[in-house]
C-alpha cells in the first residue's frame, strides 16, 4: 500500500525507503519473492493512476477552457449583432436627415421662392400684365427646374434593383 501512495504521489525517495525497509524485515526468501512482486504491481498500479489522474485533470481543465471561450463567443457575437443592427439604424437615420435636408434645402427654398413671385404677379397682375407674365414664365421655368431636382432626388434615394436581388440572396 506504502509503494501505491508513493507512487501516486510521485514521491520517489518514499518509494526507495519502503522497499528498502520491506527487504530489511523480511526474513525468507519466498516472502520476499511475493513481497517484491506485490511492491513492484502496487508501484506499476500508482503509476498508472497517476497518470491517469493527471490526463482527466487536464481534460477537464482543457474542457472548462473551452466552455468559457465559446461562452466569450457568443457574448462577442451578440455584441457584433447588436453593433450591426445600430450600425445600420444610424446609417438609415443618417440617410434621412441628409435627404430630408437635400429636398428642405433645395425643393423648399425654390418652391417658397415661387411661392413669393406667384404672389407678387397676382398683385400686380391689373397694374402691369406683362410685368405680371415675366414672373409667371419665370416661375414655371423655376418650377420645372424644382421638379427635375425632385424627381433627380426620388431617383437617387430609390434603391439600385440589382442591389436589392444580391441583398435577397444575402
Known sequence: MMAFDFMFKRNIIGMAISGISQIYFIHNLQDFKLLFIVFIIASM??????????????????????????YELEQTKTKLLQSSKEISYLTRLRERNRIAREIHDTVGHK?????????????????????SKIIIFKCIDALSDTVT??????YNIKPNKRLQILSCKV
Not at 48 to 68: F, V, W
Not at 119 to 130: E, G, L, N
Open 45 to 70: 498500479l500508482g503509476y498508472t493512476m497517476k497518470n491517469d489522474y493527471e490526463k482527466e485533470k487536464n481534460y477537464k481543465a482543457a474542457l472548462d477552457k473551452e466552455r468559457r471561450l465559446r
Open 111 to 131: 418652391a417658397t421662392g415661387v411661392l413669393i413671385q406667384l404672389q407678387a404677379a397676382y398683385r400686380i397682375f391689373d397694374k402691369d400684365k406683362d410685368k
Open 149 to 154: 431636382i425632385l424627381r433627380d432626388t426620388v
